[in-house]
């Protein structure tokens, strides 16, 4: 019996028709526009762009 299961968890961002848009900047790439209606992936280390505001996103292994 398996002590421990590998899960691979996919984030991705939706724009819901908002006013100011939504942008995804990749680490070390050009910025995506996030279409609305469509679904983007984010990266491992991402800046989520809503509007005025800035979300830094950051996968973090958590095995030891």
């Given at each position: 019996?398996p ?49 005025e ?12």
């Open positions: 019996m002590h421990a299961a590998e899960t691979t968890i996919r984030q991705i961002v939706h724009d819901l028709h908002s006013t100011d848009g939504v942008h995804l900047q990749h680490l070390q790439s050009e910025e995506v526009v996030v279409e609305p209606g469509k679904a983007e992936s984010v990266g491992a280390v991402t800046q989520l762009s809503l509007g505001f800035v979300i830094s996103v950051a996968r973090v292994s958590t095995t030891a």
